[in-house]
């Protein structure tokens, strides 16, 4: 057999890495089509490694990879530590474990120039992402030529694995998303937002479930929740063991749901105001006539924990404090340090995007999901790539991951304007915004404040949750809380007592240590984080009452079954 020379290898790939002009084509070629506004600083790559960088990197990679050449020669197989190619597909095939270690080994040799780039740090982050966009698109695994599990099981179906793989593909391409589960396999209102209650009101923007109580008595405080207008509420009601409004209402909480309705063209002028004064301004003035109480136990998810803390704030500058208690789950109040999403925001793409939507229009709901899939795309793109696509596998029923595929839309003036004043400006801590015709000055909002966040949240890292501790009920720093749940964004919200898995982290004593000193001082629990939460909502829910029997009020009267109507929609 005839080998190709591995020093000519090594060479070609270096002359093509230290191109600049290589970067853009490549990076044309790689997902997602949100961050192409990135594709032109590739050029600029290889031009700012520094000489003298450059051909350190140089020789340490014609070293490695001669060492790589030698070792596949002797017959030796390489430490393949990365589990895309863990099976034994992948490391009893000679052929195919060298390929995968050079991909490794050039996945390396990127990321390590990527350090060398001179430049500022968010630009850095940017090339960064960029890079390793490229990095994931480029894995042996995600092509069938070059993929033995993909090949082998060609071979034992005898190509009914391709076929039945080109089926799901056309079929996803019809849907518009990569299949992340069995999505037959679910539907809201059948086995999915399954806890028992009432729309009790609506508007075209939000309707409003009240839930029904499961408990002898109740808090005399209703808890008012605000999910994230990004996603659907039912995220928050699963299947009856992950849902967390379940183990609310189960914890004695009489428990009201704003559910976001999936805006169409009717809703294209929303503003960030109307989600303030029209969404959840109104919900609480419906919930305190519903329920006699003029203090809520309030609740907000994610970005829903950023609108009703601007809520809270404009009714604390109008003389009100309706919040008895305020609960953010990963939630960005100072967007400081935003983690990896700030490659999407700069200048020139926020200016883009109100250039498109400012004036009235839709962000699409399948833009926005590419564009979180992008944060993590081994997970959410291409490992359903290969087990959908080139083994022809259907994936299997997951309902978390049929949420995450449900899309939704956003009116394009609201999303401009978040954009600008939280992530790209960082206004909303700072007392420079007006909103509902109110100046917004968070540290107002008196209420005792329970912080959550997620240790390996990717889109609200935690530090950043933590720091809503210091802008939060100044007045009275001892009556808020902070506890870091393990695992990701949602992984880490959405766990149950009932699992009894992963852990926690509490140190009431350290708050204002700072993040990192903080966790250092901070003792970890096993299991749930949830019981934790409804100690904090019972202290501040005021003494215990028997339930109302009927929901609603004679003005407002029952209008459907929960989850409603609007939850139901899909996005266009």
């Known amino acids: 057999m005839n080998l190709p020379d591995p020093q000519a290898i090594a060479n070609a790939w270096m002359s093509q890495m230290s191109d600049p002009g290589q970067w853009q084509s490549w990076f044309s070629m790689a997902p997602p089509a949100e961050a192409n506004p990135l594709a032109a600083m590739m050029q600029d790559v290889g031009a700012g490694v520094k000489p003298d960088a450059m051909e350190k990197l140089k020789n340490q990679y014609m070293d490695d990879f001669a060492g790589l050449w030698q070792d596949f020669l002797a017959g030796k197989r390489p430490d393949l530590h990365d589990r895309r190619f863990s099976s034994a597909a992948w490391q009893g095939n000679p052929m195919s474990s060298f390929n995968a270690a050079s991909y490794l080994l050039n996945a390396k040799f990127l990321n390590a120039m990527v350090d060398t780039v001179e430049t500022t740090p968010q630009q850095k982050q940017k090339i960064r992402f960029a890079v390793q966009q490229i990095v994931d698109a480029m894995s042996p695994a995600n092509f069938l030529a070059t993929n033995p599990e993909a090949q082998q099981k060609l071979i034992e179906t005898k190509g009914e694995s391709l076929t039945k793989g080109m089926a799901n593909m056309l079929a996803d391409m019809n849907k518009g998303h990569i299949s992340l589960s069995d999505e037959s396999a679910f539907e809201v209102g059948r086995n999915l937002a399954m806890t028992p209650g009432t729309v009790v009101y609506e508007t075209p923007l939000y309707q409003l479930i009240q839930y029904t109580p499961t408990t002898p008595t109740v808090h005399q405080r209703p808890l008012l929740m605000v999910p994230p207008c990004i996603n659907k509420y039912y995220i928050l009601d699963l299947q009856p063991e992950n849902s967390l409004v379940r183990y609310a209402v189960e914890q004695g909480n009489t428990v009201f749901m704003v559910s976001w309705s999936n805006p169409d063209q009717s809703l294209a002028g929303t503003t960030w105001d109307d989600y303030v004064e029209k969404g959840v301004i109104d919900a609480i ?166 912080i959550y966040g997620s240790r390996e949240d990717h889109i609200v890292p935690w530090p950043s949750a933590f720091d809503s501790l210091a802008i939060l009920n100044p007045g009275k720093p001892k009556a808020n809380r902070f506890v870091l749940g393990a695992s990701g964004h949602i992984a880490g919200v959405i766990n149950s007592p009932a699992k009894n898995k992963r852990s926690y982290w509490t140190n009431d004593g350290g708050k204002a240590k700072g993040a990192d000193a903080w966790l250092a001082g901070a003792k970890e629990s096993p299991g749930s984080w949830w019981p934790e939460w409804a100690k904090f909502l019972a202290t501040h829910g005021g003494k215990d009452v028997k339930p109302k029997a009927k929901p609603g009020n004679a003005r407002y009267k029952p209008i459907e079954p929960a989850p409603g109507r609007y939850v139901k929609v899909k996005a266009d």
Do not use: H
Not at 295 to 307: D, K
């Open 285 to 450: 003035r419906v919930t305190q006539d519903i329920s006699g109480q003029e203090q809520l136990n309030m609740f907000g998810f994610c970005v829903g924990g950023t609108i009703v803390s601007t809520a809270l704030a404009v009714l604390a500058a109008r003389g009100e404090q309706p919040a008895s208690s305020l609960t953010l789950l990963t939630t960005f109040l100072d967007f400081n340090d935003t983690g990896v999403l700030d490659v999407f925001v700069d200048e020139a793409q926020v200016s883009m995007r109100e250039q498109q939507l400012k004036g009235g229009g839709l962000m699409p709901g399948r833009d926005l999901a590419s564009t979180f899939s992008s944060l993590r795309p081994n997970d959410l793109v291409w490992n359903y790539v290969q087990s959908n696509y080139l083994k022809g596998n259907e994936p299997p029923p997951f309902d978390l991951l049929y949420w995450n595929s449900d899309s939704t839309n956003l009116p394009g003036p609201m999303f401009c304007w978040y954009l600008r004043n939280t992530y790209l400006e960082n206004k909303l801590k700072t007392g420079e915004l007006t909103v509902a015709g109110e100046k917004i000055d968070l540290t107002r909002i008196q209420a005792p404040a329970f």
